[in-house]
């Protein structure tokens, strides 16, 4: 399967938004859960939000929800993660990858997922 492909990250001031994109060249993420998560510097990678095949009932972390919302577009099979409100603290490396675990075990942690991209830049300014 294909490795996912992250984009859309950069510098953008605190208030400000971001669109991140997953895309795979396969139906890798259009048949699968996928994640986001996002690592800091020094920092373990963490849970961002969770969206399944269909789109319905995605997941966030509490400290995300309200501001980031997941989207997915499995014709173009691409994963969206619109971000508003950014935050310093929203600053790390953000990864999509996919959840090889069904959601009745999922922990959201980062051993449920694998099929990892390289990861894009989200930095925020104060």
């Known amino acids: 399967q294909a490795q996912p492909v992250e984009s859309g990250g950069g510098l953008v001031q605190a208030g400000g938004s971001l669109r991140l994109s997953c895309a795979a060249s396969d139906r890798t993420l259009s048949t699968f859960v996928t994640g986001w998560f996002r690592q800091a510097p020094g920092k373990e990678r963490e849970f961002v939000a969770d969206i399944n095949w269909s789109g319905l009932g995605p997941v966030y972390a509490d400290s995300v929800k309200g501001r980031f919302t997941i989207s997915r577009d499995n014709a173009k099979n691409t994963v969206y993660l619109r971000m508003n409100s950014l935050k310093p603290e929203d600053t790390a490396v953000y990864y999509c990858?996919?959840?090889?675990?069904?959601?009745?075990?999922?922990?959201?942690?980062?051993?449920?997922?694998?099929?990892w991209g390289q990861g894009t830049q989200v930095t925020v300014s104060s």
């Open positions: 990858g996919r959840r090889h675990v069904p959601i009745s075990e999922a922990t959201f942690k980062e051993g449920d997922y694998d099929s």
